[in-house]
């Protein structure tokens, strides 16, 4: 048998990990993840864990479904590979895209199929230039994004984010990329109600168009609610704001829905959750419960004879769309209908799951509980009248996370938010643990940071 530390040395000397301290790596050893059921979690010393991160936001039926297991053995035995490019196509390509235009909203029927919800970003920005071109409108060049957005860690998608320490590596981001405000009212609203707030950083973007403008720019890009920035939860008056405005000067409006998708907020699709129009809606994660790597851009009608009109489109992946994943994604969006799971979010975990995180509001370093649907954040503070973090800000954060980690609960923290989105299988006794460790967590970190 190998032991943790072998394993630990062996990862540290030949595999360089993603958004990670590789040094740290080489200093302290990983975490390894050896297996996982339902909503939980066992490392190789056999520890385990309460997974209220559903890996990263996408194993939404929860770990273990026999049925996609089957789904992927059964298509690799058919039909392991075959590609999408040159006019063909496969079975479980055209079952799931028809699901997914039957969950869409009405007006969205057409699907283009990535491996990942970066290469669904990298898709939209080059699709939406096409658009433009074939509208005789070339120069709509410039896509804006948010500050703090996340869509992705390819050059495309780490340039439509807004994350400044992902800009720094790489020069980013591209020409024809800018970005405006995000709807954070908690850390940055001041004395202004939410709703003043809301509309106040929509408005941002109308600005930001106007000195760019109109007729340069080409679209809009954001998630329904901001996931790896923090769980940001747009006010009331964010969305129809923006909506009014996109209207206005005739923008394309590109709903991230990587995270919201498939009943993250209760609804299939965050869209549907804020009543939006969108054009485009990149998709990815949920959509295979993250059983095998699968994403896409769910089109507007208008957008996609448009983009047909145009003649050849020139672009793609050798793994667009790959059959085994497009079978394991047909039978996960199957169970998430069968067995009513988006309902359930909306009508009966979700509620719970908002009340449950509400209770931890009147711990003494919490100074916000926010959540929809099964989405949570907890805003870390040293003062919940001021709203002032501890001093290394971020720090607090990673020692909540790490004190977590300790109890068996696997949370994520964003600077000193700490953020939650469980498999949306999550049961009322994975709430009770999940209340009960996160109590456990805040207090201890709580304890260690008396004084400073
Ligand atoms: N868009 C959003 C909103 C995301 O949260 C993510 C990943 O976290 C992505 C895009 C990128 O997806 P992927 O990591 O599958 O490339």
């Not at 630990?8 to 590789?22: K, V």
């Not at 079952?95 to 290469?119: R, Y």
């Not at 009340?355 to 509001?361: C, N, R, S, V």
Request: hydrophobic fraction near 35%.
């Amino acid at each position: 048998v190998t032991t943790t530390q072998q394993w630990q040395r062996m990862d540290a000397q030949h595999h360089f990990h993603p958004f990670s301290n590789n040094a740290d790596i080489r200093a302290e050893g990983s975490r390894i993840i050896e297996r996982a059921e339902g909503c939980h979690l066992w490392d190789s010393d056999g520890k385990q864990y309460l997974d209220a991160f559903a890996g990263l936001w996408c194993v939404n039926l929860g770990y273990g479904r026999q049925e996609l297991v089957q789904a992927a053995s059964q298509q690799m035995q058919q039909l392991p590979y075959y590609n999408l490019f040159f006019k063909t196509t496969t079975t479980p390509v055209i079952e799931l895209a028809h699901e997914i235009a039957d969950i869409a909203p009405s007006h969205m029927n057409q699907v283009f199929f990535t491996g990942s919800g970066s290469e669904a970003n990298d898709t939209v920005f080059r699709m939406v230039r096409r658009y433009w071109d074939i509208q005789n409108q070339p120069e709509r060049k410039i896509i804006i994004g948010r500050k703090n957005g996340y869509h992705g860690s390819t050059v495309a998608g780490a340039s439509l984010g807004g994350m400044p320490g992902m800009h720094k590596q790489g020069d980013l981001p591209i020409a024809g990329v800018e970005h405006v405000d995000q709807p954070y009212w908690y850390g940055e609203g001041g004395d202004l109600t939410p709703h003043e707030f809301g509309v106040r950083a929509a408005r941002s973007l109308e600005e930001k168009i106007k000195a760019l403008g109109s007729h340069k720019v080409a679209a809009f890009i954001a998630e329904p609610i901001q996931g790896a920035g923090g769980v940001i939860i747009p006010p009331d008056s964010y969305w129809p704001e923006i909506q009014r405005i996109v209207k206005k000067y005739g923008i394309l409006l590109v709903v991230d829905e990587v995270i919201c998708g498939f009943g993250r907020t209760g609804e299939w699709f965050g869209s549907q959750y804020y009543h939006l129009q969108p054009d485009l809606m990149p998709i990815a994660k949920g959509l295979s419960s993250g059983y095998l790597p699968i994403g896409g851009v769910v089109m507007a009608d208008h957008f996609a004879e448009t983009l047909a009109k145009g003649g050849d489109f020139n672009h793609g992946y050798t793994y667009s769309g790959h059959p085994v994943c497009a079978a394991v994604a047909l039978e996960n969006v199957r169970i998430l209908k069968r067995e009513r799971i988006v309902e359930r979010v909306k009508d009966d975990i979700g509620p719970k799951f908002q009340q449950a995180i509400a209770t931890l509001a009147d711990h003494p370093l919490v100074g916000e509980v926010r959540g929809v649907g099964l989405l949570g954040a907890i805003e870390l503070v040293k003062d919940r009248t001021t709203r002032l973090r501890y001093p290394d800000e971020g720090s607090t954060g990673t020692l909540c996370r790490d004190m977590a980690l300790q109890d068996g609960l696997v949370l994520r923290a964003t600077g000193d938010t700490m953020m939650m989105s469980p498999p949306l299988v999550i049961n009322d006794q994975h709430l009770d643990e999940l209340i009960t460790k996160t109590k456990s967590a805040l207090d201890k970190t709580w304890h260690r940071l008396k004084g400073k």
